[in-house]
């Protein structure tokens, strides 16, 4: 239940993306106002028109004075972005991940602040072994630290403990899940926690680690009461521990935290369109800030992956903005485009508004690794079948000759 709450969590925010003609659209480099909402450019940031949407691939490198995430381009080449604050310059955009075989992953980028280095999680799919690992952020090349027996999947919600050099993940081994810690000096695991027993229904998302407190705070919800609590969970032992109701919330968007003063931060509807981001107090619970979320933005923008810079107390962001429009009526991406239905089950149908003498279909999933391709010849309507793809979200990527367009699939 956990895997799919986690699911679902990561498909909400990323329905958020819009991009019908990436090549007009433009991402940038935004700080934030808590108390209004309001973004404010710095830049933007050259050729990125898809970003991944996870805490865990976004952050603020607080000693270099940048912006680091997981972007791609309009062909889906993915790198790892780091960009000046101040400027919104690219400084490094190495490949990543930077992998061998196809089955293998790189996952839960993690900053330690003291140090400047970077960790993640490394699947080896010949080996059938998780690895703690260093990535150089210049390069994107990792370096494995250690192994970490028995770990068979990754449930999400990595975090790091900067104080004490520790990775935190949530992880399932034979079919349970817990909560591992590991020393980043050698990848000792300190803490392996029996994650919190929960009802069918229940979960606990978005959580981060807490400097002082050193405990995890996250998000539960409680379907039997139809409410949201700020919660923390210590990492040696599994109890869920209440902090306080979140009244009129009953959907999550992204959540972030500020470490300095110890407040968690977050998306919060009430109905699944109408957003506030919300600043909660760590220690009462109490509801410091609430604000409309996003603000004066047209319906294909947005502003996501916000973290918090904890030296200056500023919000950084990024902004997909479609201030730059294209009008040649022989651009696919002008066309209108219908994928019925979505979300699909088995099939779905492609639908054109003219024919084409020659398409190229390619599929990606959310990490931007291509899983087939197709073609079409003189014809308005193409059939899309599943072919044993898994349930989550997909990238259908259309071109014809140099243009193309990019819609989102839901499969179920």
Do not use: C
């Not at 050193?214 to 379907?223: M, P, Q, Y």
């Not at 700020?230 to 979140?246: A, C, Q, R």
């Amino acid at each position: 239940m956990l895997a799919y709450n986690l699911l679902h969590k990561a498909l909400y925010i990323s329905m958020l993306l819009t991009a019908l003609n990436l090549n007009a659209q433009v991402e940038f480099l935004v700080t934030v106002d808590e108390q209004t909402g309001v973004h404010t450019k710095i830049d933007s940031i050259e050729g990125v028109k898809w970003i991944t949407v996870a805490p865990d691939f976004t952050f603020i490198d607080e000693k270099n004075e940048l912006f680091v995430f997981r972007g791609g381009d309009k062909d889906f080449n993915w790198a790892l972005y780091s960009v000046d604050i101040h400027t919104g310059n690219i400084l490094a955009a190495p490949s990543i991940p930077i992998l061998e075989d196809p089955q293998d992953n790189l996952i839960g980028l993690q900053i330690d602040h003291s140090t400047g280095k970077l960790f993640a999680l490394h699947w080896d799919a010949s080996e059938m072994q998780e690895y703690l690992v260093t990535v150089n952020r210049e390069t994107g090349v990792h370096s494995i630290v250690a192994p970490i027996p028995g770990v068979e999947f990754i449930a999400g919600g990595s975090m790091y403990d900067s104080q004490n050099s520790r990775y935190i993940f949530i992880g399932i081994e034979a079919g349970i899940t817990y909560i591992y810690t590991l020393s980043t000096a050698d990848g000792n695991l300190e803490y392996k926690t029996l994650f919190p027993q929960l009802d069918e229904e229940d979960n606990i998302i978005n959580m981060n680690y807490d400097n002082v407190s050193g405990k995890l705070i996250g998000l539960h919800w409680d379907a039997s009461e139809q409410q949201e609590y700020l919660v923390s969970v210590s990492l040696d032992e599994s109890e869920v521990h209440i902090i306080k109701e979140i009244p009129g919330v009953k959907y999550i968007g992204y959540a972030f935290y500020d470490q300095s003063k110890r407040r968690y931060m977050m998306l919060g509807s009430a109905d699944g369109t109408n957003q506030s981001l919300m600043t909660l107090d760590v220690e009462s619970g109490d509801l410091l800030h609430q604000t409309d979320f996003p603000v004066d933005l047209d319906p294909s923008d947005n502003v996501i992956n916000m973290v918090m810079n904890n030296t200056t107390n500023t919000i950084y962001g990024l902004h997909w903005d479609a201030e730059l429009l294209l009008s040649s009526s022989e651009n696919i991406a002008d066309k209108t485009i219908e994928v019925f239905p979505n979300p699909m089950f088995d099939k779905a149908e492609i639908k054109l508004n003219g024919i084409y003498d020659h398409l190229q279909f390619s599929l990606y999933d959310n990490n931007g690794r291509k899983l087939k391709s197709f073609d079409s010849y003189n014809t308005e309507k193409v059939s899309f079948t599943r072919d044993g793809l898994t349930t989550g979200l997909y990238f259908l990527k259309i071109s014809h000759g140099e243009n193309s367009t990019v819609h989102k699939i839901m499969i179920r």
